[in-house]
């Protein structure tokens, strides 16, 4: 009775409301981050696939899939990269970071994000790859250890410029 007083369809009223609860629903960012997803796997190969969701499983969702993605901002984006960044993961995190890019733009083309808050992140994680520090005390003398790009692996550094350790015999 006081929205007809004042001018206002009671009617009217109550569907945007009802509306603007569905668009915060369908706004989460698990919901849009598995619909592109679904959209973007059909072009790569199932192992790749595979461990995109993967990633977004262990380490995205459980931070901010349940969170708005219109409210989402950079803080909150590098608080859910972090623990791989703090396990010794860092290409994996500049990946994982690469695919809340693309979800962001995902959502806006389809109206459901303003902006893309990972462009603010550019810097703000550690420069590396995934070489991660092995003991000299664990390599025999008869093996040496050597990244993909062949460059000789430093046990001083924590990181070399390869994806990963191979073994090579001398």
């Known amino acids: 009775r006081d929205l007809l007083s004042d001018g206002i369809d009671p009617s009217a009223t109550k569907q945007a409301e009802k509306q603007a609860r569905a668009d915060r629903a369908d706004g989460s960012f698990e919901l849009i ?25 262990q380490y995205v969702f459980p931070k901010i899939g349940s969170k708005p993605i219109r409210e989402l901002k950079g803080p909150e984006l590098l608080a859910a990269l972090r623990p791989m960044e703090s396990a010794g993961y860092i290409e994996t995190a500049h990946r994982v970071n690469q695919y809340l890019g693309q979800i962001f733009r995902y959502a806006m083309a389809t109206h459901r994000a303003d902006f893309d808050p990972t462009t603010a992140l550019k810097g703000a994680l550690v420069r590396g790859m995934n070489c991660p520090m092995i003991p000299p005390s664990f390599i025999s003398s008869s093996f040496s250890l050597m990244c993909p790009s062949r460059c000789a692996y430093s046990y001083s550094d924590a990181y070399c410029t390869g994806t990963g350790p191979i073994w090579m015999a001398r």
Do not use: F, I
């Not at 598995?34 to 499983?57: F, H, I, M, N, T």
């Open 33 to 57: 981050a598995r619909e592109w997803y679904v959209k973007q796997a059909e072009g790569w190969a199932d192992s790749y696939s595979g461990k995109v969701l993967r990633r977004l499983e």
